[in-house]
């Protein structure tokens, strides 16, 4: 199993606990809970990332 980065997170309490709830709700600690949640954000931003650079080479290649 590849080695994991540990790391402190001060959190709002009241999130904490949102947390807690939908990590139980999808059967994953709130650690697990919130390395899944983070890991989506960081797909769904490349993802946007990569649209709006296919989107820019349209538009300069529309200008040609």
């Not at 999130?15 to 949640?37: F, T």
């Amino acid at each position: 199993m590849p080695s994991r980065k540990a790391f402190l997170l001060r959190i709002d309490p009241q999130l904490w606990e949102d947390l807690e709830l939908w990590a139980k709700d999808e059967l994953r600690s709130v650690n697990g809970q919130v390395e899944y949640v983070l890991k989506q954000a960081v797909l769904k931003r490349k993802g946007s990332k990569r649209s709006q650079g296919a989107s820019e080479t349209d538009e300069s290649r529309s200008r040609d």
